[in-house]
């Protein structure tokens, strides 16, 4: 059984690490969360679950601002030929999540440490990150020192790579 947000808190607690969550009703896109999470202080991420011509898989953690390019990825990545996005059976037998829920405190499920974790470096200008606690309906802001101390229990050291910001677009 994939690990739940009760146990995601508790894993949080016994580490030490402070967190604060939001409830709000479920969001699919970053569009959607930046008009429900209300006013949370911190960084703000997506989350691509990535899988390559070879069948390995990446989670990676970008601000929510990232431009991430699919054609081009798997050469900073290490991926072998173009990735594509993981189908929602393997991101639940992964990382345990359904789509819309990808999140870095995912690696919690990452048990044989099959998935290659990539961090946007940008994310490290910030004192406070907020993701998903397993769940859609949800926002969890942890300091960026927490984050790694929950990286490093999991047993995950991320892959830092500084994705560019998306242009604004004039509406």
Request: charge should be negative.
């Amino acid at each position: 059984m994939p690990a739940t947000p009760e146990d995601l808190f508790a894993l949080l607690d016994r580490l030490g690490v402070v967190h604060e969550t939001q409830h709000h009703p479920a969001v699919f896109t970053v569009e959607e969360s930046k008009t429900l999470r209300g006013k949370l202080p911190g960084a703000h991420v997506k989350n691509l679950f990535l899988k390559d011509k070879k069948g390995r898989f990446f989670l990676i953690t970008a601000l929510e601002n990232a431009a991430i390019d699919l054609k081009t990825i798997h050469q900073e990545i290490g991926g072998q030929g173009r990735v594509s996005f993981g189908s929602a059976d393997q991101l639940m037998e992964r990382l345990g999540v359904e789509p819309g829920s990808v999140t870095p405190f995912a690696l919690i499920n990452d048990r044989d440490k099959a998935v290659t974790f990539i961090l946007d470096a940008r994310l490290m200008d910030y004192d406070r990150i907020n993701a998903h606690p397993l769940r859609n309906t949800m926002t969890t802001g942890v300091s960026r020192t927490d984050l790694f101390r929950f990286f490093a229990e999991m047993g995950h050291e991320p892959m830092l790579i500084a994705f560019p910001a998306r242009e604004a677009v004039d509406a």
